[in-house]
């Protein structure tokens, strides 16, 4: 038995570090928290301090016995969990829940895994920072009151099953503001004058004037002035400039980085570098800083010089902007400053490229340019055109990296032909052309992170699930705008001659940014109404300073609980029992045909049209479709949804149908539903082109083969190519090529589908309806139903037994609720109250300094 037990959270980090330990070190994951606040109750007792319950989960429970015996056979336990805030809880945690004694247990941190950093953090170890588990305490206790209480209002008041975050719900606010932003905007037309001139040797060069026409006559009245002009140089001033690198990467810039250059999501992108830390290549991930350490910056030094040359070598110190800027101690860097790239994953492999490159870079020398601004003069007006070049003297630091920029209309400058003060030009053409003002962009997730971050709002470790929470809880959804065709028009001026040309641009299209939906719009409404403290942007990132406080020890964590709840508690009262129901409704105008009003609001099953008031017995109503929103749609719009369902004909003795439904518009032919397909309104569906529609069903439905006496059928769905046999789906891979499936191929495709089926297999109870199968990443997942449990890695799932099976799911399934609604906040409370003194509360809950 080993004499040293280190745990860490992650097995993967435990693999690397006991590379560096001797063999009277044992290495245990923690898979993470191993203790937590209960997620089917409140779990804070507000009346003693604010006190949390803390629970082991049911998959954790075997975990925590075996580190438990291993704890108890050790000389000494080292808590090495990660070095922020976060880490040092579960480093407490496993102290609590382990039984560990001071006296035996020592905690270590350290913010690259390698060799040198894990045994100077042996040399140098800690007790428990109470301070630092104090501030993540407060944030997970302040959260889930915030989360605990406004949910039920959002269920009274708007609609069942919502949820309410502090962080979430700021996000969703700010995106739905900015989509308002958007409706909201009014295009302008203007017209933006460019040129290109020529010199006497034939070299060519473009050029601009500095101001734009707002009308159509006005640009060609400046061109008229330019007929039979003849130009020259008036002006060339040149002057040295330099660009001078980004800081190393924190959080957020990798995030936004790696979003612009390798179109990577915020989720996706600390995933891959989660996995770059824990296989020893960077740094810790969640940092706020831009530091990087002495030894970092002598490394850098010298890896620059060995590829570069001296001349491209500067080190230099950046300033951590972030307020409470403490997370970690250095910025996201290569722990290897001389490995340029790493044989891995080729997302990892990217993302570590990015890491390098900017690393490097913000140790390496300005550039050195030369910027060239000319001024070009007509002989017969006063307006001047203007052109700007640069030409690099010396790459510096962007012989490796160049920042990316979220503007994008951003362009390099270009490059300028030799030239002198009162040379001659002539003009090759002079072009008005239309251009139409832009509302500001939708947030993508990295820009969102930036936003956030730029109002101290959440933390680097809280950026991805804020994104993926406002997702998933379906308040944001990825925009999928195609955009449309607009015209505009372009005059030019070529030989004395002005003609006029008709083009077109496609506009407003923006896939992948993030859209309110309209269930986060009528949430978003409601709590910025009622709750207009939760949702203020100031109050927010001062609830992230006050973290800060108490991480340092400047502050009480259950002071400012207290402070916090003696305001927000009465508020929660007050809106529940005051506050109207919110619906998002909208009066759109009145039905032509039966003179009754016509709105929109969230119904039950989602957001609908209604024709007629609420107390009319023969109302009218229709769903709308998926992409309609209530804040947008038009009277126009709304009636059309009221002629579905449209019965059309028949086609094969069978009733054909046209409707819309809530994945979509769809024909009905017989019992199949055929989605129609993106851009077509089922309104404008003939019976013609219904039939097209199901006679290309009909011929993709067609089996291309038979194995065991049943069909197969091939499609594309949004997984790529597949094969459809025994209501089984197989996905084909590029080894095979889908138009030319041979029968051998079939076979050998089901086949290995109907092996791996069986293989992934651990256990089947068919008269309990329970298995157990194997899941991704090496884990098992129990399913019963609709219950799905996954487990973690360290649960050897083969030695399950059926009677273990069946209490984790009895744990998971809820209980149905059989009591009376509750009609106040203030019942609510006094029922979390009762089970807080009822229930064994706050197992090892405070910490104790």
Known sequence: MAKNLVIVESPAKAKTIEKFLGSDFKVESSFGHIADIPANEMGVDIENNFKPTYEVSADKKALVKKLKQLAKDAEMVWLASDEDREGEAIAWHLAEELNIKPEKRKRIVFHEITKNAILKAIENPRDIDYNLVNAQQARRVLDRLVGYELSPVLWRKVKRGLSAGRVQSVSVRLIVEREREIQDFNSVATYNISAEFKTENGKSFKAKLPKSFATQQEAEAFLQANVGSTYKVSDIETKPAKKSPAAPFTTSTLQQEAARKLGLPVGVTMMLAQRLYEAGLITYMRTDSVNLSNEAMSAAQAEIIRSYGKEFSKPRNFATKSKGAQEAHEAIRPTDMSKHSVAIDRDQARVYDLIWKRTLASQMSDAQLERTNLKVEANNHSDLFTATGEMIKFDGFLRVYLEGHDDEEEQEEGMLPSLKVNEPLSANYIAATQRFSRPPARYSEAALVKKLEELGIGRPSTYAPTITTIINRNYVEKGTFEGSERQYNQLILKNNTIATKQLTENTGSDKGKLVPTDIGVIVNDFLVKNFDTILDYNFTAKVEQDFDEIAEGKENWTNMMHQFYSHFHPK????????????????????????????????????????????????????????????????????????????????????????????????????????????????????AMAIEIIKEKQKADAPIATFKGMDVQKGVGRFGPFLKWNGMFINVNKKYDFDNLSQADIVELIEDKIQKEIDKVIHNWEDEGIRVEKARWGRSTIISGKVKIELSKDVDAVQLTLDEVKEMIAKKTPEKKTAAKKTTATKAKTTTAKKATTKTTAKKAAPKK
């Open 572 to 687: 929660v009262n007050d809106v529940m029992d005051n506050a109207e129901r919110e619906s998002g409704e909208r009066t759109l105008g009145v039905d032509p045909q039966s003179g009754k009003p016509v709105s929109v609001r969230l119904g039950k099953f989602g957001p609908m049209a209604q024709i007629g008031e609420r107390e009319d017995e023969e109302r009218k109503f229709a769903s709308l479709r998926s992409d309609q929103n209530i804040a947008s749609i038009t009277l126009e719009e709304a009636l059309k949804l009221f002629e579905l369902p449209k019965k059309l004909g028949e086609f094969e003795s069978e009733e054909v149908e046209v409707n819309n439904g809530r994945f979509g518009p769809y024909v009905k032919f017989g019992s199949q539903f055929i989605s129609l397909p993106k851009g077509m309104d089922p309104v404008d569906v003939s019976l």
